[in-house]
């Protein structure tokens, strides 16, 4: 028998959205990004392959501190991740011994789930409201670290600003707020990391940025707090190819705040005509919508869809078994969605 830890064998695994190994699908199944990042973001990636022989900067300095300039903090209170799930990861294991206590929503990001149990983590989980939305704080006394993620997925709503400030206070451990969409909306919470001294706040660049390929993600907080989840991180854990994109995708602001824009605009014209296709959608703050069919069953218009090579994202949780997510893509491919989808509600 294989010494394989009672939670790593109790645990189902993280399932991802489906990556197809081929390319004529319509991917609208894990919130890339539909528009690349500008061409001259690979101007010195060749200088940068040369270098492959050698190590990578271990603390990921350039990219740090360009992030610290665009989001305002400085260079000793960021934590750059392997994506924002190696953040994620990496609060876990700073901040909860295996069998204390991680609080989360439900539903919200799976992966919280997965990563508490493989560190055998007590979990408890405060459900949402009929509206996925929060009727009051999220509290758990006992919790040394809750995940929040606000835009919360799969509703793509920020969670209420009130609560979330109540639930920063009166927790006793650690609150990271997973931000992960956030730049497809009008809010943030940077001002909760000056006020709370237990506040960290996660980004990405996989979604807003268009790097979701190269695995780039942020822990903003105190420089107390980083330099404790500084010591837990894999010694290299950004490569050097993903720290320069990283670094160089920060010089493009504009352009990056014009996709969002696009996506923002795209979102509302998704949402409007869906719901004109008799769907019951929610709004959103992120680059994904959650949309329940009420003329078929959302898992047999997610397979329905995928024979005409579009892809959704459905998903098997109860809460949720009547809904489809939709990420939000170029026109033309959102376009392509709603005839494939007026086509099969004609047929139905
Ligand atoms: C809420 C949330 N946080 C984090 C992530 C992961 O981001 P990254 O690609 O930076 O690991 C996702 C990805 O889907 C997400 O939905």
């Given at each position: 028998?294989?010494?394989?830890?009672?939670?790593?064998?109790?645990?189902?695994?993280?399932v991802p959205g489906e990556q197809?190994?081929?390319?004529?699908?319509?991917k609208?199944n894990t919130n890339?990004?539909?528009?690349?990042?500008?061409?001259?973001?690979?101007?010195?990636?060749?200088?940068?392959?040369?270098?492959?022989?050698?190590?990578?900067?271990?603390?990921?300095?350039?990219?740090?501190?360009?992030?610290?300039?665009?989001?305002?903090?400085?260079?000793?209170?960021?934590?750059?991740?392997?994506?924002?799930?190696?953040?994620?990861?990496?609060?876990?294991?700073?901040?909860?011994?295996?069998?204390?206590?991680?609080?989360?929503?439900?539903?919200?990001?799976?992966?919280?789930?997965?990563?508490?149990?493989?560190?055998?983590?007590?979990?408890?989980?405060?459900?949402?409201?009929?509206?996925?939305?929060?009727?009051?704080?999220?509290?758990?006394?006992?919790?040394?670290?809750?995940?929040?993620?606000?835009?919360?997925?799969?509703?793509?709503?920020?969670?209420?600003?009130?609560?979330?400030?109540?639930?920063?206070?009166?927790?006793?451990?650690?609150?990271?707020?997973?931000?992960?969409?956030?730049?497809?909306?009008?809010?943030?919470?940077?001002?909760?990391?000056?006020?709370?001294?237990?506040?960290?706040?996660?980004?990405?660049?996989?979604?807003?940025?268009?790097?979701?390929?190269?695995?780039?993600?942020?822990?903003?907080?105190?420089?107390?707090?980083?330099?404790?989840?500084?010591?837990?991180?894999?010694?290299?854990?950004?490569?050097?190819?993903?720290?320069?994109?990283?670094?160089?995708?920060?010089?493009?602001?504009?352009?990056?705040?014009?996709?969002?824009?696009?996506?923002?605009?795209?979102?509302?014209?998704?949402?409007?005509?869906?719901?004109?296709?008799?769907?019951?959608?929610?709004?959103?703050?992120?680059?994904?919508?959650?949309?329940?069919?009420?003329?078929?069953?959302?898992?047999?218009?997610?397979?329905?869809?995928?024979?005409?090579?579009?892809l959704?994202r459905?998903?098997?949780?109860?809460?949720?078994?009547?809904?489809?997510?939709?990420t939000?893509?170029?026109?033309?491919?959102?376009?392509?969605?709603?005839?494939?989808?007026?086509?099969?509600?004609?047929?139905?």
């Open positions: 028998m294989l010494p394989i830890r009672d939670c790593v064998q109790q645990t189902p695994g993280y197809p190994q081929t390319t004529d699908y319509i609208l890339e990004n539909p528009y690349a990042p500008p061409d001259e973001i690979f101007n010195n990636l060749e200088e940068e392959l040369k270098k492959v022989r050698l190590y990578p900067d271990p603390v990921s300095t350039k990219l740090r501190k360009a992030a610290g300039e665009v989001f305002g903090f400085s260079y000793e209170q960021i934590l750059a991740g392997n994506g924002s799930d190696d953040i994620l990861n990496i609060a876990l294991r700073t901040f909860v011994n295996p069998g204390e206590t991680v609080a989360f929503l439900d539903p919200t990001y799976s992966l919280y789930e997965t990563i508490a149990k493989v560190h055998g983590a007590t979990i408890k989980t405060i459900s949402t409201n009929e509206k996925f939305e929060l009727d009051s704080p999220l509290i758990c006394p006992e919790a040394k670290l809750i995940f929040v993620a606000s835009p919360n997925p799969p509703l793509g709503k920020h969670l209420n600003r009130k609560y979330l400030k109540e639930t920063c206070e009166k927790a006793t451990g650690v609150v990271l707020i997973d931000e992960a969409y956030v730049d497809f909306s009008d809010e943030d919470h940077w001002e909760f990391i000056k006020e709370y001294d237990n506040v960290i706040v996660s980004r990405t660049m996989s979604k807003s940025y268009s790097l979701a390929g190269m695995r780039v993600g942020f822990g903003i907080s105190s420089p107390e707090i980083i330099e404790e989840m500084n010591k837990v991180r894999d010694s290299y854990n950004l490569d050097r190819i993903a720290q320069t994109l990283g670094t160089n995708c920060f010089q493009f602001e504009d352009y990056f705040k014009g996709i969002w824009q696009q996506v923002r605009s795209t979102r509302n014209r998704l949402i409007a005509s869906l719901r004109n296709l008799d769907f019951f959608v929610f709004d959103s703050d992120a680059n994904f919508v959650l949309a329940s069919p009420q003329w078929i069953e959302a898992s047999n218009l997610y397979t329905k869809l995928k024979e005409r090579k579009v959704v459905y998903f098997k949780h109860p809460r949720i078994s009547n809904y489809v997510r939709i939000v893509g170029t026109d033309a491919e959102i376009d392509r969605l709603l005839e494939v989808v007026e086509q099969l509600k004609n047929e139905s």
